[in-house]
């Protein structure tokens, strides 16, 4: 981020302190020092103020800024929305799995749609991710997991690969396969061994 720097040059050629910039803006002088250090980014009002302090344009004070800007309020809220829903669906397909075993070797029919009812939030959800990961332009699995931690993915998007990508998603697939069957065959087995 340049702000902070922008900041810094603006309050030194006013010759102002951090506390004389804090008491014109409404802060503290820790608020001052966190946004010219970059640990935290003024909100809009406190942007207007500097813009009108320096005697400046906000294009001019943010300038650099405006796409790290753009990616915060774009990314905020998101990142949960991604990481929730990303938890429920595997949630549900563990719940589907699991309980294939006693169903299966039960004969009651009518339990047999359980496992197909517990799979409709994992199907749901899988396309919300889906969704969400297209509107944020992620592909693959890095820049997903940076996303989620509210990262930025512009450096990762760099490093993009169409072979890699589809290998990437193509063993993703397979060892979530692998251990979904898995699981379903231990729940038969441990089903059988109960309910003999």
Do not use: H
Not at 73 to 80: A, F, K, L, T
């Amino acid at each position: 981020m340049k702000l902070g720097k922008q900041i810094k040059k603006y309050r030194n050629v006013l010759d102002y302190s951090q506390e004389q910039l804090a008491e014109k803006t409404f802060v503290s002088r820790q608020t001052i020092s966190n946004w010219e250090t970059d640990k935290s980014y003024p909100d809009i009002q406190s942007l207007l103020l500097l813009s009108s302090i320096f005697d400046t344009s906000l294009d001019e004070l943010v300038k650099g800024d405006l796409q790290i800007m753009k990616n915060e309020i774009q990314n905020d809220g998101s990142n949960r929305k991604l990481n929730l829903y990303s938890w429920i669906m595997v949630f549900s397909f563990l719940l589907t799995a699991v309980s294939m075993g006693p169903i299966i070797l039960s004969d009651n029919l009518v339990l047999m749609c359980i496992p197909f009812l517990l799979l409709i939030p994992a199907l749901y959800f899988s396309s919300r991710v889906e969704k969400l990961k297209k509107s944020s332009d992620l592909i693959t699995y890095s820049e997903i997991l940076a996303y989620i931690q509210g990262e930025s993915v512009d450096e990762l998007r760099k490093y993009r690969n169409k072979t890699s990508n589809f290998f990437e998603k193509f063993a993703i697939v397979s060892i979530f396969l692998i251990v979904f069957v898995g699981i379903c065959f231990i729940s038969i087995w441990l089903a059988k061994i109960f309910m003999s």
